[in-house]
Structure formats: structure tokens, C-alpha cells
């Protein structure tokens, strides 16, 4: 359900803000069918949603889903195989009650031991278990907690996609939740736009009022997100 503080984003934007590939969000957030292995060939086995997203639909995805998928594009990345996501996701979601739980800060403490419980469930057939705990360890870090503001609820509302700046934000109740330079409101693809075409941060800065600064951190932004 769509209301002011959901944010919204298509999968294609969603791609290039998480760093997931539009099919790995497709996958996730709306299933996918496979191959069974122990029935015959042409016998699919079809794989849930992690979760039901904020606004229902396969064409658009809230700013708490949005939060959500860059950590499993991190867990991911980082070697963690996606059943045993899927397995610490339902734990976190029982334990913190609420929907987001790899997002919230309780996560950054609890994480590590619920992955821990997560293999103890699901990977009991693999041999090599202590290997699989090995790269647990350095998985969940601070750092991708950096920007995040919360709610007292413990769910995140703003996100500062910029590493020790608050210029650029992320604000499901601002422009959809599109990227916008704080203290203006104006999208930083806006500006990066301009700028291309003008080929002066000065010019561009007068035309939408804002300092030069924030035309060249919209820029740099925009032009470090995947094409």
C-alpha cells in the first residue's frame, strides 16, 4: 500500500541504488521457478518472495524494500547462499517483529548469532560447516549501517547514501524517495543532468539555486551508480 512515507522506485531504479541487478530483484522480491532435481526434468519448483513488498506489485518497490535489498545484495556478494538468507531473514523477522529486520539496527548486534542459528538449520548436510561460519564473521558490518537513520520503532526513514556527508538523501516522504540534495529538495539526477548538458556546475547552481557544492556531490553521485 502506497502512502506518504513509502517511497517508490521502479526495478530498474531500484537496481542502481542497491547494486543488485534488476533479475536478482525480480528473483527475490517476486519468485522464480527452477528444475526440481529429484523429480523429472520438466518439473518446476517455484521459490517464494523473501517478503511481500511495500506496495504489492511487480512493477515498483518502497523505500523500506529498497533499504532491505542492499543488504541482501551484500549477504549475497559476500558468499552467503540464498536459502540461508531466506533462513536468517524468517529468524530476524520473528525475533524483532517487524517485516525489514536485516535494516534495522538490533541487526548490526543479533546478526551474526542468528546466521550462526541459520546454518545449524539449514546446512546440516554440508561437511564443511566451519568454513561457512568463517564467512559469517566479517559479513555483517557497521559500515553498511552508516547513513541510516531510524525511527524509534527501530524501521529506517532516511538513508545518506554518501559516506560521512549529509548532502545527499534518501527520504521516502521527499520526491518519492529519490535522491535529493538535503537542504533543497532538488533530485540529484536533475542536476547531474544539467550539468552534462551545461558543462557548468556555477551555471547549473543558479538556475536551480543551489550552491556549486551540490552540483558537483549530485554529479559524482549519479555518475557512481551503475548505468
Excluded: C
Amino acid at each position: 500500500m502506497v502512502n506518504e512515507s513509502t517511497g517508490i522506485y521502479s526495478v530498474a531504479e531500484a537496481a542502481r541504488l542497491s547494486n543488485a541487478s534488476a533479475r536478482e530483484i525480480r528473483r527475490w522480491l517476486y519468485g522464480y521457478s527452477f528444475p526440481s532435481k529429484k523429480l523429472a526434468s520438466t518439473t518446476k519448483v517455484l521459490a517464494s518472495p523473501l517478503w511481500t513488498t511495500q506496495i504489492g506489485e511487480a512493477s515498483a518497490i518502497g523505500f523500506r524494500d529498497l533499504m532491505e535489498l542492499r543488504f541482501v545484495k551484500h549477504f549475497v556478494s559476500q558468499g552467503v547462499s540464498l536459502q540461508l538468507v531466506r533462513s536468517a531473514l524468517q529468524s530476524a523477522r520473528s525475533m524483532f517483529q517487524h517485516d525489514y529486520p536485516f535494516t534495522a539496527r538490533k541487526f548490526l548486534t543479533d546478526g551474526k548469532r542468528i546466521f550462526h542459528d541459520a546454518i545449524e538449520e539449514t546446512e546440516k548436510a554440508l561437511t564443511d560447516v566451519a568454513s561457512k561460519q568463517v564467512v559469517i564473521d566479517p559479513v555483517i558490518r557497521p559500515s553498511l549501517y552508516a547513513g541510516i537513520e531510524y525511527a524509534k520503532s527501530g524501521l529506517a526513514t532516511k538513508w545518506y547514501p554518501v559516506p560521512k556527508s549529509k548532502i545527499i538523501v534518501l527520504d521516502p516522504q521527499r520526491s518519492f524517495g529519490a535522491p535529493v540534495i538535503e537542504d533543497y529538495g532538488v533530485p540529484t539526477f536533475t542536476l547531474a543532468a544539467a550539468y552534462k548538458v551545461e558543462k557548468s556546475a556555477s551555471s547549473v547552481a543558479l538556475q536551480y539555486k543551489v550552491p556549486r557544492a551540490a552540483v558537483i556531490a549530485a554529479s559524482k553521485f549519479e555518475d557512481k551508480l551503475p548505468a
